[in-house]
Structure formats: C-alpha cells, structure tokens
C-alpha cells in the first residue's frame, strides 16, 4: 500500500523564480491538502483540493497556487519567490467519506531554500 | 480563530521518566485533536488521535484524553525511550477532513 510521495525531496531557487511542487496521494485518497512548515513552527495550511478543484485555502498569498489532476496527485505552484517561502512542504491526503476521514496522511515533504 | 497552543519547549528527559507535554485549544465548535511526531528530516506521523470529549487516544505507550471541560489534550507516556527523541505536534480539526491546525511543536530529547 503505497503512502504519500512527493517530489522533489529538496529543491534550491533564487528569489523572484518559480516552484512547482508535486505530491501523489495515498493508494485510494481523493483528497489533498498542503502545508508550509518553517523551521522551527508548526504546519500552516495552504489549500486543500477534491474533484480537482480548491475547496478550501488558508491565509496565503495568491502567489501560492494549486492544482489536482483526475489521477488526484496535485501540485502545489509558487510564483516569484521570497526569502520567506524557505520551508518544508508537506502534502496530505484522505479519503472523502472513508471511515477514517478525520485522519490525514503526510507524505515526506519537500525542502525549499530561496536565495 | 481556531488555535492550539503546547508548552514552550525543548524538553530534555532521561530514559524511563515520565513525559507529559501539554495542549490547550479554543473552545469553538466540537473538533477532533491529534497528535502527530515529526522526527528528524521526515514529515508527520499520526501518533493518536480524538474524535469527541472524553475518548482516549493511544499509541506506542502515549496516552491523551479529550478534556472539553478545560479544553486540554495533553500527551502522556509513563517511561520514555531514547527513540521517543522527536519533535511532537498537537493539532485540532473542526470538521472530518477539513484543515488541521497545529501548534508550535514540543521538542523532546531522551538522554540514555
């Protein structure tokens, strides 16, 4: 039973480049959430996606994009970026529905260092 | 808004002692509490969960009741490891599958 995989596992940009980030859900998990971990803090939700649309979005700027494929993997796409985009991004998934929908997987992240 | 708060960490134990690590959250709605570990270079792992007040949550040893009373959920385990040695993260979740909103994170040392 694969887990979440995301890729790439670590990433190096310059400030004002873009990113995309992609994430492939759990086996069976319709469902994909982001988060953005900066060092030393606790996750901050991004977005969540289902049926390839975005269902829900934390406080983030517009730079911070999204989108989820009919296969459900997704990506998370992050325009011109800052020194303070620098994290851990995490993606999760669930199944809708399922009988343990409150739980969210979390895959392995991907490491951003904007210089 | 809806937010968790966990002691100021880190915290540093000798093998066999006693952890607790404490969690408060606001009183809005009736949301599931988790706690997830993070260890070191990897991402979340779910280490137990609450779905309403007064359920216990346990794993591997922790243990964490769902206090609506004080709006707690404070992780406990009676004799720690050096392999318990990781970051822990409490959360809470307003709706199934809806956003989850964590704390600062509680940074544990086991020293052999």
């Known amino acids: 039973d694969a887990g979440v995989t995301q890729s790439p596992t670590h990433l190096i940009k310059t400030r004002g480049q873009q990113v995309t980030l992609r994430c492939s859900p759990k086996?069976?998990?319709?469902?994909v959430s982001w988060y953005q971990q900066a060092l030393g803090q606790g996750p901050q939700f991004i977005f969540q996606y289902y049926e390839e649309e975005e269902r829900q979005r934390g406080n983030f700027p517009d730079r911070f994009s999204g989108h989820q494929f009919p296969n459900y993997s997704s990506e998370l796409n992050v325009n011109a970026l800052l020194l303070g985009d620098s994290a851990l991004y995490l993606c999760?998934?669930?199944?809708?529905?399922?009988?343990?929908?409150?739980?969210?997987?979390f895959g392995p992240g991907t490491r951003l260092l904007v210089l | 808004g809806d937010s968790v708060t966990q002691m100021e960490g880190p915290v540093t134990l000798s093998e066999e002692a006693f952890l607790t690590i404490n969690c408060t959250y606001t009183a809005t709605g009736y949301p599931s509490l988790f706690w997830y570990v993070q260890y070191p270079g990897e991402g979340l792992q779910l280490l137990l969960k609450?779905?309403?007040?007064?359920d216990k949550g346990s794993n591997k040893g922790f243990e964490a009741t769902y206090r609506k009373e004080t709006t707690s959920f404070h992780l406990e385990k009676g004799s720690v490891q050096v392999s318990d040695s990781a970051v822990y993260f409490c959360?809470?979740?307003?709706?199934?599958?809806?956003?989850?909103?964590f704390g600062e994170g509680t940074q544990l040392t086991v020293n052999p």
């Open positions: 959360a809470r979740q307003e709706t199934s599958g809806s956003r989850l909103t």
């Open positions: 086996s069976g998990h319709d469902t």
């Open positions: 999760a998934s669930i199944l809708r529905g399922g009988s343990n929908y409150e739980t969210q997987y």
């Open positions: 609450a779905t309403k007040a007064d």
